[in-house]
């Protein structure tokens, strides 16, 4: 006899792919292909490189992009304990402790501001405190001079829902507004010296 249909209807691939799967080589290929084929970079942890015009580093063993806010983000996270004690930062005064100065409030801050009284420094340190809260105060204060009386069109709405035009007044208004709040500033930063 000579071939049989049944042997013509496979190809060797179909042959190779069936010993594969006994073999259970389930990733061995059984064809040849041309084409693209992307390259695999291999990068090791903290790394950077730059690849889709982006920034990239690993991170405990993750890709992540590097970006512009990176630092704020980092500013702005809060560990769950205090790098200093180990403690949990669960209470309210340990999380703005944090923000001030990098550690909690019971028992880093409570020793830190008695080591200042120890050491006579304890008066600086409030008074600094004090100044760099005023300061924050002030310039929050100019700020909402700038969004609201400068910018504003002197129309208002009302619980009805009318709108009411005050601009007859407002340039009269805004001015004596902005000069006193100026002053008031000035004689702050004057006291604050």
Same mark, same amino acid.
């Given at each position: 006899? !000579?071939? !049989? #249909?049944?042997?013509?209807?496979?190809?060797? !691939?179909?042959?190779q792919r069936v010993r594969n799967l006994v073999n259970k080589d389930f990733t061995s290929s059984t064809k040849q292909q041309a084409g693209y084929q992307k390259t695999i970079e291999h990068h090791e942890e903290g790394e950077i490189w730059e690849a889709e015009g982006k920034s990239w580093t690993i991170k405990n063993g993750l890709?992540?992009?590097?970006?512009? #806010?990176?630092?704020?983000?980092?500013? !702005?996270?809060?560990?769950l304990t205090c790098p200093n004690c180990g403690g949990p930062l669960r209470h309210h005064l340990a999380k703005k402790m944090y923000r001030i100065h990098g550690f909690c409030f019971d028992p880093c801050t409570v020793e830190y501001e008695a080591s200042l009284r120890?050491?006579?420094l304890y008066e600086k340190y409030e008074e600094k405190m004090l100044q760099n809260n005023m300061d924050?105060? #002030?310039?929050?204060?100019?700020s909402w001079l700038e969004e609201n009386v400068s910018s504003s069109d002197g129309s208002f709405v009302t619980e009805q829902g009318d709108i009411e035009d005050w601009k007859h007044n407002k340039k009269k208004h805004n001015d004596t507004i902005t000069k006193r709040v100026l002053e008031y500033s000035s004689i702050v930063r004057k006291t604050l010296g």
């Open positions: 006899m !000579s071939e !049989s #249909l049944l042997k013509k209807e496979f190809k060797q !691939s179909d042959v890709k992540q992009n590097i970006t512009k #806010l990176d630092t704020a983000k980092k500013a !702005s996270r809060m560990p120890e050491a006579g924050g105060f #002030l310039k929050d204060l100019e």
